[in-house]
């Protein structure tokens, strides 16, 4: 006697939704995730609901309509044909930032000095934290997969000094005057790597398109070689985009803060062209300027 085990794919949500997160004021906002293919989801928050099926890779997506502002912690709750079948909760509604680039957007607090002094002021529930994995994800071509940085447990951390401790002091201290300033919930995204190159951040075509940037495409590049500080050729051109940028498109965002340069200084003649390609390339990435 022969018999068939049936696995039936569990409905997910895409690993940046959890508890704790911002979702994006005054814009749609993309929720996506998977579940067995032909599985009619629906998604409930603040009042709404929005349904989508999972094609035949098991992929869904919904748009949740423009919300405003609101610092009442609120839960998103999923559902499939049969029922209730998870939740996230603490979700506040906000502006959402990128913060990516080399060392300086990716020093964390607890390297400066000034730590000691401010720790105890980083203590704030309306900022939000999601980190990506500390030094980056490299990846020869663009993948969906996200690598969070185990400090933050898989998820999103409401701002308190131990996580503060582990994140970007350049992204922490802009996040907090934001804040304050604006008086709506923050969420900030870190993506960085130290001593890159803005070659590494941008997309294979758009490379592929410029004949200015074939030295960086070419053999000769010595990024195109493992090392020490090279490991599974991160620094590679387009590896940190496919892998640390592209996992979080299309997660809805106000902008992006970015804070590179120093490793393109021996073609700073080329910069002006190199940062006009990466802002048009993730603007096209995300759908929107």
């Given at each position: 006697m022969i018999s068939a085990l049936v696995v039936q794919a569990e409905v997910k949500l895409n690993g940046m939704f959890t508890d704790n997160m911002v979702l994006q004021r005054n814009q749609p906002v993309p929720v996506w995730g998977t579940a067995e293919p032909g599985e009619k989801v629906t998604i409930e928050f603040a009042g709404r609901k929005k349904t989508a099926v999972a094609n035949e890779a098991g992929?869904?997506?919904?748009?949740?309509?423009?919300?405003?502002?609101?610092?009442?912690?609120?839960?998103?709750?999923?559902?499939?044909?049969s029922g209730f079948k998870l939740q996230v909760s603490n979700l506040l509604v906000g502006d959402v930032w990128l913060c990516a680039g080399q060392s300086n957007m990716a020093q964390t607090m607890n390297r400066y000095l000034i730590w000691d002094q401010v720790k105890e002021e980083f203590a704030n529930d309306q900022l939000r934290l999601f980190k990506i994995k500390e030094g980056g994800v490299g990846s020869p071509e663009p993948t969906k997969e996200l690598v969070i940085d185990p400090v933050f447990n898989d998820s999103w951390q409401a701002c308190a000094p131990e996580f503060a401790a582990e994140f970007s002091a350049t992204a922490g201290f802009f996040g907090m005057k934001l804040q304050r300033g604006l008086g709506v919930p923050i969420g900030l995204l870190y993506a960085n790597r130290g001593g890159t190159q803005a070659n590494m951040w941008m997309?294979?075509?758009v490379l592929e398109a410029n004949p200015d940037y074939a030295r960086f495409l070419d053999a000769s590049n010595n990024n195109w070689k493992p090392s020490k500080k090279n490991p599974d050729f991160i620094r590679a051109p387009s590896y940190l985009y496919n892998g640390t940028i592209h996992p979080l498109a299309p997660f809805a965002i106000r902008g992006a803060i970015w804070y590179q340069g120093e490793s393109d200084s021996q073609w700073s003649e080329l910069y002006e062209e190199l940062m006009g390609d990466l802002i048009t390339s993730w603007r096209k990435e995300w759908g929107y300027d």
């Open positions: 992929e869904w997506n919904v748009l949740l309509d423009p919300m405003k502002a609101s610092s009442q912690p609120r839960k998103l709750n999923v559902f499939q044909v997309t294979r075509e």
